[in-house]
């Protein structure tokens, strides 16, 4: 059964952006019943918290269909760490011209 999954999912993983494989992920646990989630999660070494979320767009058809270029809506994603913590950015600025580097 894992091998089965292994080897399906390394047949589409190329072609899918990160909301489609989480979509294609679930899909394949709910097919399975009781216990998919585990023997997805087991199979590809995937989060349960990945494949739930998958099966939360799936069930409640929240999957609002994004750009073709895009896989997550606008402002999705980790926020750079200069916007997170500003002062980053002038300890980064200062290294540059040797101001508080120590050299």
């Known amino acids: 059964m894992i091998a089965s999954i292994r ?8 072609v899918l952006h990160e909301r489609g494989r989480r979509i ?11 216990g ?3 023997l997805v999660g087991e199979a ?3 989060s349960h918290t990945t494949i739930r979320r998958g099966l939360q ?16 809506k606008t402002g999705g994603g980790q ?8 002062e980053r950015k002038a300890f ?3 290294g540059r011209v040797g101001i508080g580097t120590g050299y």
Request: glycine share 6%; hydrophobic share 30%; aromatic share 4%.
């Open 7 to 14: 080897q399906k999912y390394t047949a589409v993983r190329g």
């Open 24 to 34: 294609w992920v679930a899909s394949e646990a709910r097919q399975l019943g009781r």
């Open 36 to 38: 998919g989630i585990t």
């Open 44 to 46: 590809l070494q995937m």
């Open 57 to 72: 767009e799936i069930e409640t058809k929240n999957s609002e269909p994004l750009p073709q270029e895009r896989s997550r």
């Open 79 to 86: 926020k750079k760490a200069t916007i997170k913590q500003p």
């Open 92 to 94: 980064k600025l200062a």
